[in-house]
């Protein structure tokens, strides 16, 4: 199916910046919606990001202004920019992303996640 696999989780210092990368595989046909999330410990998972195929990108207001997604099609590749970090935005970062895979011979949807980055914003 399709797996998707983050990478540049770390520590860093308040104001710091950080890249996220996810890279999709598999046999996929067509991505449509990449996205991040975030889990902080003891709350729920939440949107932080998000971009269609066509480029049109979302954000959470706590993240509006610091954070950019961006996609490389290309590549099947989500990236998350993310400067003037505070201490609030210490989680495990989730990549997702929806679309089609399969093969000339058959056609399905999926839906998946990746395993998980951890960013950590302290002094």
């Known amino acids: 199916q399709v797996q998707l696999v983050e990478s540049g989780g770390g520590l860093v210092q308040p104001g710091g910046s950080l890249r996220l990368s996810c890279a999709a595989s598999g046999r996929i046909l067509s991505l449509n919606t990449m996205a991040w999330y975030r889990q902080a410990p003891g709350k729920q998972r939440e949107l932080v990001a998000a971009?269609?195929?066509?480029?049109?990108?979302n954000y959470a207001d706590s993240v509006e202004g610091r954070f950019t997604i961006s996609r490389d099609n290309a590549k099947n590749t989500v990236y998350l920019q993310m400067n003037s970090l505070k201490p609030e935005d210490t989680a495990v970062y989730y990549c997702?992303?929806?679309?089609?895979?399969?093969?000339?011979?058959?056609?399905?949807?999926?839906?998946?996640w990746g395993q998980g980055t951890q960013v950590t914003v302290s002094s």
């Open positions: 997702s992303a929806d679309g089609t895979y399969g093969s000339r011979l058959y056609e399905s949807d999926f839906g998946s």
């Open positions: 971009i269609t195929s066509g480029g049109s990108t």
